[in-house]
Structures are given as C-alpha cells and as structure tokens.
C-alpha cells in the first residue's frame, strides 16, 4: 500500500494549477515553499496570464504542459476547480491536491458540488478539497500553501502526522518545531471526497520513515475501514495516538433503551480506540507530548516509577500526578537505597523514599550519571523521571549530557519534568531522545500511554458454542416477556415469571411461584413501565389481584394505553443489578455494561467493548468489562459482601454478544435491566428487558 500512494507524496513532478508569482498571496505560496525547501522535481505552474514565475515557466493551460505530472496542486475557486480536475485526470495525472473551500462543510449546494468534483477525477486520487495540502519532511517534498513553511528548519523525525483540518497541520508542524520534535509527514485530509483517513494510516504503517502515528479527528467517516487499518498499524507495533474533538454529549439522541443514553457518540469512539489499540489524547498538547513519548521507542512494563529530583516540590507534584492516574512511586529497595546513599553524604539527602532527592551538590554530572544508572539497573522500578531544575536555564548541557549518556544502559523509559521555565532545555533533551515536559500532568499522560501500548492485547474472538440460528417473524419491539424469551434462547436465564390477564390469574400465579413478587404490565406500546406506574414490588397472593386492578387504571390515565397482560415475577433478591445493552451507532455496534436500576443513567457508571467483526466478544474481553466498573468490588465482595457470580455474568456477556452478532441488522436495540447478579455459584437472572427488533432480517 505504501506504492500505491507514493507518486502523492513524493512525486518527480508537480503542476501548479492557478499559480500566483506574488508569494503573498496563498495561490503564490506553494512554488515559494517548494523551492524555498529544496524540492529537486520538475515544477509546472500554470497560469494563462504570467509567463513566467521565480524563474520558471509558466504554461497557459494544463493542456501545454510538456508532460504528465505525478501531482497537481489545484489553487483554483470551488465553481472551476472540477474543470481543471477532469483535464488532469484525462491527461493522466496520478492526483490532485485540491485546496479550494465551499463544498460539502458549506451545505447542500456545496456537497452536489463536492461530487461533481468526484466525478470529474474519474480514476484519479484526490486530497481535499478544502486541504492545506501534505509536507513530506522525511523527502523535503513541501505540497502545502500553510503559512508555517514560513518557517526555515524543521526537525526530521519518526511521527506521521494526519490531519481532518487543514489549520492544525500548520499548528502541529510550528509546534513540534518549538519542541524540538521531529515528524516524518503531515497530511491535511480535510473534506475527504475520496483519500481519508485509513488511506493514509494505511501509508504509514508501510512508511519506514514513521514509527508512530498521530491523528486528529473530527469524524471517521468510514468507521470499518478504520478499523482494519488500526489493527493493521498496531499488528506491526506502530502506535496511533489519536486526539478526537467533539466530546460533548449535546444532541446526542437517546434510543428507546437505556443503552442509547449511556453510550453517546463520545463513548463510542473510546470503544473503537480500545478496539483497535488507538491511544486516546485527552487534551491536544498531549496529542504532540504522548506521539514523541512513543516514539523513543521504550518498553514500560509496569507501574513503578522513580523519580529522581533536587527540588522537593517539584518532586511531588510529579508524584502525585503519577498516582491520580494509578502509578506506584515505591521507595527505593535496600540496595538500591545503598547504592545512593554511597554517591553522596551529608544529611541533606533523602534517599530513602520516593522521590529520591539527592541534592546533586552542584549538580555534578558524574554524579547525576551514577544516580541514573542506579535507578535503571534497580529492579523495583519500570520507568524513571528525573526532575530538571533551575540551573537548566543558565546551563542546559549540564543536566541533559549527563542523562543521554545514560540512556543506553536500559528499555526502560526515562523522560524528564522540567521545573523552571527552561524551553532551551526541553528542547536539547527531547533532541536527545528524552521526552521533556513542562507540566507533571503530561508526565503522567505519556507513561499512562507507554503503558497502554506495552499492556493492549488484540481482540481475538473465542470459538462460542455454536446455537441453532433464531427465526423471527416479530418485528419492532417485543414485550418484556418475549424479550426474555429471545435472551433465554441464548442461555441468559430470567427470573421465574407467569403472563396473566386477570387478577384472579395473577393470584393463582403468586401462589404457584411461593414467594414475594413483582407486577408489571406487559405491553409494546410501554418499555418504560415504572414511568407510567407500571410496577408494583414486594406483593403476594393476597395482594397481588387488587394491585393489578389499581394498576390497570392508573397506567390508562397516565399512559393512555388499556392494559391487556400482565406479569407476576419472582421478586429477585440479594443480587447486584447491573444493565446489559447493544448501543449501535455509525461507527458500529457496541456492548454496554453498567451499574443497572432505575438510577443507571444517573451514575453512568459503564464499560463499553465493539463487537468483532465476526463472533461475540470473548471471555478475556467480557472479564475486563466487568472489572472496569468503578463499582467493581461490589460484586467482588467489598466490605465483606458476598462475593457475586461474576463467572456466570462474563457468560451472560458473551452470549448477548453473540445474539447481537448472530442477529446483526435484524436486531435494532437490546437491554437487560436489571440483569442480577446472584451470590457466587447461583447464576444471573435477567429481571427485565427491551428488544427492538427490525421488519426484515438481514
């Protein structure tokens, strides 16, 4: 894949459609950039009113060009700019970067606008429109009108770059620039009318200039593709960090379940970055800090981190940034304590805790060097922090020397807080493979993202129990009891429970089940009983027959539905409720798991998994569900509660994973809630739930 995108970024030859000789203005700025860095290809402007431009020839139509371009920079309005387009592609050209506005981000015009775009490029490739182009640093190959080329170096390194806005290209180039990041290449996807996305991540992986890959995304429009390219980019061991904008949960559309306003569109893109092993920025700055982080292409194997300091203060706050996030800042073993305590006396060292503060006299390098190779060669710790103090202002070489002198003693990660204000030597260390921050946060954030890629497992789908395929001539949704139904058939079982339609029926159904019960109506027209007094709890056989005939004409005034069926329902007890629901969304379908009952989306207390592309989720995957509940150890029995069956509910998740997979598009939304969980050794029962089922299989 990495040659079938090559003659785009880097061509031998590039054509210049509209090109302006004033460098001013944006449609002069492209030849000023290609030549003012180097590109050593063929440069064609056109323009039927210049004859010349920076020395070159300017040609008055696509059609007197002396060859075939690999690439054409396309610099004219939205209302020519598919003219030009249909004479490359009839000459040949490979593609077309097309930077005009006022498309489909305009509206409807502009999106009927947008195809005829599409299809006047035929066969060939397109990026944009609405792009600032792509800047291929690995190649010096700039095909950009972003005024950060303004910019005379830039550091070459390992990260890709691809961008849905053509603004944060240049704002990400000028910042790596300030940081002393290097970046191999950024791509400025924009409108996407046919290259995305995947189609670049795809690129990269194949790119040996790039070891990481980072994106900003706005939307992923083909949600399927992403995902297979994802995979693709983690099955090399090239990590994606991805920075998502949009979280806000305004206009999200709640479903006719629990489960639609649980997940949110937000939740969902987490479940797809947990899917496909994409770590999540959860800021912008992070976006730039976690990429260079992974890029020093460390091993963070566990969560004790040493912090090696000269000021206690900032020694702290990198502590406890590290622990918010659930990092371990052990003090140092005996040996190691001994080691230290060899390099310096006096009582103003302290190292026997973490931090581990030892003064550095003078900061010595010999012996900031010693106390490094100490704390990487100690085996209580997995990574180590060291904090650069005020004399890096006045003296940068001093401190970052000493530690690139040692990095090549251990994979262990080594990345630097930098306590003063001290740009000069963020940006030596970083030069030097030590990524350097000036927050304790972004710490925390990039060894949390170390240990993320060092920990993340790709999704294997286990071989389930094969079940005979489920009919349905049913559609829209199902009562609660045929929903029920549908689960038990996938082996979730419920809670003992008779269909009546009388009171005299529903007495003679408490007597058979012997135990307090629960009365809801039974109707398609109402999922949400309880909001229209449709539940009655702790009754019994002598109870039971007047409750239903008050519940009968409380839910017609409220509801406005005469109620025909009934359901007299084991009263479950002693277990924890939890809520179990398919949520799908554009990007696919997931699985919800949550604290359940009437307050479940007041606590929103969830953990989300995509379904595989074939077969439920796994036993591995259902386990991590459940243990990502903040409310984990009430089933794992906190403070002295029961332990909970959590092995029967992990099969209860699996198999409603495979009943969502099995149904695919016939199956619209499906909730349990509450599913029970009973004490350990007596299963789950499912309480209640809700099937939306389409008219037609698929």
């Known amino acids: 894949m990495f040659s079938s995108l090559h003659p785009l970024l880097s061509p031998a030859s590039v054509a210049v459609i509209g090109a302006s000789s004033d460098p001013k203005k944006t449609a002069g700025r492209p030849i000023a950039y290609l030549q003012?860095?180097?590109?050593?290809?063929?440069?064609?402007p056109v323009n039927p009113k210049i004859s010349e431009i920076n020395g070159l020839q300017c040609f008055k139509s696509i059609s007197d060009l002396p060859e075939v371009p690999d690439l054409a920079i396309v610099l004219l309005g939205a209302e020519r700019a598919h003219v030009a387009v249909k004479e490359l592609?009839?000459?040949?050209?490979?593609?077309?970067?097309?930077?005009?506005?006022?498309?489909?981000?305009?509206?409807?015009?502009?999106a009927r606008r947008q195809e005829q775009l599409k299809a006047a490029a035929g066969k060939m490739r397109l990026l944009g429109p609405n792009t600032i182009g792509l800047v291929n640093l690995s190649e010096g190959i700039v095909l950009s009108a972003s005024g950060a080329l303004e910019m005379d170096d830039f550091k070459t390194g390992q990260i890709g770059v691809v961008s849905q806005s053509g603004g944060i290209l240049g704002a990400l180039l000028s910042r790596a620039t300030a940081k002393g990041i290097g970046l191999s290449k950024l791509i400025s996807t924009s409108n996407e009318v046919d290259l995305e996305l995947s189609d670049f991540i795809d690129y990269l992986v194949d790119d040996p200039a790039t070891q990481v890959i980072a994106l900003y995304i706005e939307a992923i429009r083909f949600p399927e593709k992403f995902r297979v390219a994802a995979l693709r980019a983690a099955g090399v061991g090239k990590p994606i960090v991805a920075f998502k904008i949009g979280k806000s949960e305004a206009g999200v559309k709640a479903a006719v379940s629990h489960t639609g306003a649980l997940a949110g569109s937000d939740r969902m893109y987490d479940a797809l970055f947990n899917h496909t092993g994409v770590i999540r920025a959860e800021n912008f700055a992070d976006l730039l800090d976690i990429s260079m982080t992974l890029a020093s292409r460390k091993t963070l194997h566990g969560k004790r981190v040493a912090i090696l300091t000269s000021t206690g203060g900032a020694g702290t706050l990198v502590s406890d940034a590290l622990g918010v996030v659930g990092f371990e800042t052990p003090a140092p073993d005996a040996q190691t304590a001994s080691a230290l305590r060899a390099l310096q006396s006096g009582d103003e060292a302290v190292l026997d805790r973490n931090p581990i503060d030892v003064t550095l006299a003078g900061l010595q390098p010999d012996l900031l060097r010693a106390a490094i190779k100490i704390l990487l060669q100690s085996s209580s710790y997995d990574a180590l922090v060291i904090v650069v103090g005020s004399s890096s202002i006045a003296m940068p070489e001093l401190m970052a020397g000493a530690i690139k002198d040692c990095l090549h003693l251990s994979h262990k990660p080594v990345l630097a807080y930098i306590s003063p204000h001290a740009p000069q030597a963020a940006q030596l260390l970083t030069s030097y493979g030590v990524p350097s921050f000036p927050a304790a946060e972004s710490i925390s954030a990039c060894l949390l993202a170390m240990h993320k890629v060092a920990s993340w497992i790709a999704p294997v789908t286990e071989q389930n129990k094969a079940r005979q395929a489920i009919e349905f001539e049913a559609s829209g949704n199902l009562n609660e009891y045929a929903s029920k139904r549908l689960f038990a058939q996938f082996g979730i079982p419920s809670a003992e429970e008779v269909v009546v339609k009388s009171a005299q029926e529903a007495t003679t159904a408490a007597l058979k089940i012997n135990r307090p019960v629960v009365l809801k109506i039974l109707s398609e027209k109402i999922l949400h009983k309880s909001d229209v007094g449709g539940v009655a709890v702790g009754l019994n056989a002598q109870t039971v027959g007047d409750r239903l005939t008050q519940m009968c004409t409380e839910v017609e005034k409220k509801a406005g539905v005469r109620v025909e069926q009934f359901l007299v329902q084991q009263m479950v007890q002693g277990g924890t409720e939890l809520i179990l629901g398919l949520h799908k969304?554009?990007?696919?379908?997931?699985?919800?798991?949550?604290?359940?009952?009437?307050?479940?989306?007041?606590?929103?207390?969830?953990?989300m998994r995509m379904l595989p592309v074939s077969g439920g989720l796994s036993s591995r995957e259902a386990l991590e569900m459940v243990m990502a509940l903040k409310t984990w150890p009430l089933l794992n029995g906190y403070r002295g509660r029961p332990l909970c069956d959590v092995e029967?509910?992990?099969?209860?998740?699996?198999?409603f994973s495979e009943m969502a997979q099995q149904l695919n598009a016939h199956l619209l939304e499906a909730e349990i809630n509450p599913l029970f969980v009973l004490p350990k050794g007596q299963g789950v029962l499912a309480a209640d739930g809700i099937v939306v089922l389409s008219s037609t299989s698929s």
């Open 36 to 44: 003012k860095h180097g590109f050593s290809g063929k440069i064609f």
């Open 89 to 110: 592609a009839d000459l040949g050209t490979f593609a077309a970067i097309v930077l005009a506005s006022g498309y489909a981000e305009t509206g409807e015009q502009g």
């Open 585 to 607: 969304d554009p990007l696919g379908s997931a699985i919800l798991l949550g604290m359940g009952g009437v307050a479940s989306e007041l606590l929103k207390d969830t953990s």
């Open 648 to 655: 029967a509910l992990v099969k209860a998740i699996v198999a």
